[in-house]
């Protein structure tokens, strides 16, 4: 199984706020984008692949919204106005929502109560976490064996604290080149040499 995970920093926590997040400064597109590429191939959708996108925005950040492909329906489209709409439908209840408290919104679709450090507290006891990082391991020469998670973040960098923290749990780099890509396009990369690997094994 694939894990992605994308923090989204300014990613709004309300219906109403997703509305008003796309384009400059909060830029949920880059969220409706990464969506895609990490669920959606040519005429399907991915097998094996679970998105987790951490939503730290207001007004009741944080909020997890857990995307499993191997159990969720059709999104109805792969446009930023579908995604978007899909956001508003499935953050409804998540005002309402206690600590640790998860709840599936639609088929596939869950938000859960946790915040993006413990969420990746749980994930790396039980798999391989990476995090981008240019100074990291070079992905075309990393071998990834059985589940792995790999970690993105939308336009605003991760905090020192954090990585400090994520070193501490054994989360490793790996580059993907010399320049800074979009969100979506390293997890299209990513694929890309999983996908490969997984042909010549």
Known sequence: MRVFILRARKGPTSPAGVARAMGYPDHFEVIAHSVVSTLMISKHTRDAVVFHVVLDGSPVPPV?????????????GFNEATITG??????????????????????????????????????????????????????????FVGNCAF??????????????????????????????????????????????QEAEA
Not at 103 to 114: F, R
Not at 160 to 166: C, D, G, H, M, V
Request: charged share 25%.
């Open 64 to 76: 997890t919204v857990t995307f499993d492909a191997a159990s969720m329906g059709s999104l109805g």
């Open 86 to 143: 899909v956001f508003r439908r499935i953050l409804k209840p998540a005002a309402g929502l206690t600590k640790d408290e998860r709840l599936e919104a639609e088929p596939g679709i869950w938000l859960h109560k946790i915040s993006f450090e413990a969420l990746i507290k749980g994930l790396s006891a039980k798999m391989p976490v990476y995090i981008l990082d240019r100074k990291g391991e070079d992905i075309r020469t990393a071998e």
């Open 151 to 196: 970690i993105f973040t939308d336009h605003i960098p991760m905090q020192k604290k954090t990585l400090s923290l994520l070193k501490r749990l054994g989360v490793r780099g790996l580059s993907l080149g010399p320049k800074v890509l979009f969100a979506a396009h390293c997890i299209t990369l990513v694929h890309n040499e999983l996908d490969r």
